[in-house]
């Protein structure tokens, strides 16, 4: 049976411990300063390294979405091998490698390429031990350099090599009818007479066929 019009409520359970079942996120505060600190202690920990790795960028599936770009899990190994960084020795200076990944297309590629090398420009390897210099690690100067300057040192690769997409206005511009060549005046017409001719190539030959075939058979 329905209920209509402003009767009272059937079988109200109102009056259970509701408040054993609520949870009030009263301390949201707090956790905001927690976070806050662990960042830092994280940052403080890892100096002069930054706190995150450098990611490539790809662009997300589907139809819908392709037009974006994003950060991905790591760099492929035929990215790596372009850049001349051995596949074992990029995780040891902060490049997030996946060797599951392939690249689809030659312009991605060459673009987390150049992001690589980007990178390796800007990279300063402190030697792991004092005193042992090996030979990826950055001259005495640049090292004393980067200690001299040490609130300069990045911090966040996300402000240095940012994943940036194209805005909309950038993205899509009015083609003018002088910038076009020849004989695209009229695109929609030229696709639809194009799509016609495909579609009665077989009707038009058994049509010329048979016409060819009555003018050569004799008239009675």
């Excluded at 689809?104 to 300063?124: C, D, M, P, T």
């Excluded at 005495?140 to 300057?149: D, G, N, S, T, V």
């Excluded at 993205?171 to 001719?197: F, H, N, Q, W």
Aim: net charge positive; hydrophobic share 35%; aromatic share 4%.
């Amino acid at each position: 049976m329905t209920i209509k019009h402003n009767q009272q409520i059937q079988h109200n359970h109102f009056r259970k411990d509701w408040q054993r079942r609520v949870r009030c996120h009263f301390d949201q505060p707090g956790r905001k300063l927690r976070r806050r600190n662990a960042r830092h202690a994280k940052a403080v920990a890892v100096a002069p390294r930054p706190v995150d790795k450098l990611r490539p960028v790809v662009r997300c599936p589907g139809i819908k979405y392709n037009r974006r770009v994003r950060a991905g899990r790591g760099f492929s190994l035929a990215e790596l091998k372009e850049a001349g960084i051995p596949r074992k020795l990029a995780p040891t200076i902060g490049i997030s490698v996946d060797p599951r990944r392939a690249n689809l297309s030659a312009e991605g590629l060459a673009s987390n390429v150049e992001r690589l090398k980007a990178y390796q420009a800007r990279l300063i390897l402190f030697p792991r031990k004092s005193g042992q210099h090996k030979t990826l690690d950055a001259s005495k100067e640049e090292i004393k350099a980067a200690e001299e300057e040490h609130g300069k040192i990045i911090k966040n690769l996300g402000k240095i090599l940012p994943i940036e997409n194209v805005s909309l206005e950038d993205a899509i511009g009015e083609v003018k009818t002088s910038d076009m060549g020849e004989g695209t005046t009229d695109a929609y017409a030229t696709l639809r007479k194009a799509r016609s001719d495909a579609r009665l190539v077989g009707v038009r030959e058994k049509r010329a066929k048979a016409k060819a075939e009555g003018d050569s058979a004799p008239k009675k």
